[in-house]
């Protein structure tokens, strides 16, 4: 009873949100997004699947879910980090096809940092996906995250220099 109550109260605000988003489907802020077919269903992948941890507006907590806006792209300038996006394990181990989660992390990346996006930035294939979600990452993420970010701050020092 309580279950069901609790099921009701959470499947209404999304059906409302996919309402929406689809409203907004074909406007212009969505035509700048190599390879995402789909935007707004990607939107909707992302409600379904991330947004739980990321939060909707991608800024994370502080707890334990690190921001993707303003963030996430910065990965993209460090060795190893377009790999790190592919395999962490929230990532990997989505329930969603090639095709989907490659869309999903391209929509994510031009959402939530656009800004950060390297030039010349090629979108995940679905092949590229494929092949890196094989090799999810377990309990080393954490040191190869940290690893990671001090490449992201080094490399902004020297971009600053
Ligand atoms: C259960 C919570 C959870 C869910 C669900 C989740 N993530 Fe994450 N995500 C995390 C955590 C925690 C990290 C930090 C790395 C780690 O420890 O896995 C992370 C890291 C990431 C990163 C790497 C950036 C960074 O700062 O480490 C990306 C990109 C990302 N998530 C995207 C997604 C997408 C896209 C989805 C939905 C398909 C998703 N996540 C679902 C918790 C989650």
């Keep these: 009873m309580k279950r ?9 605000p999304v059906l409302l949100l996919a309402a929406s988003v689809g ?14 077919a789909h935007p707004a269903r990607a939107r909707v992948d992302y409600m379904l699947k991330c947004q ?16 993707l ?22 990532v990997a181990s989505t329930d ?25 930035f090629q979108p995940y294939s679905p092949g590229e996906l494929a092949k890196l979600r094989k090799a999810p990452l377990r309990l080393e993420r954490a040191e190869m995250r940290a690893g990671l970010v001090r490449a992201i701050e080094n490399h902004q020092k020297r971009a600053k220099n």
């Design 4 to 12: 069901a109550a609790r099921l009701g109260l959470f499947t209404a």
């Design 23 to 36: 409203a907004g489907q074909g406007s212009a802020q969505f035509s700048a997004m190599p390879g995402v």
């Design 52 to 67: 739980g941890c990321h939060h909707p507006d991608g800024g994370g907590n502080l707890v334990n879910t690190p921001p």
């Design 69 to 90: 806006r303003g963030e996430v792209a910065k990965f993209l300038a460090v060795p190893g980090g377009r790999e790190f996006l592919g395999r962490v394990p929230g």
């Design 96 to 120: 969603l096809d090639d095709a989907r989660l490659a869309e999903l992390l391209n929509w994510t990346l031009y959402t939530f940092d656009r800004q950060h996006l390297p030039a010349g």
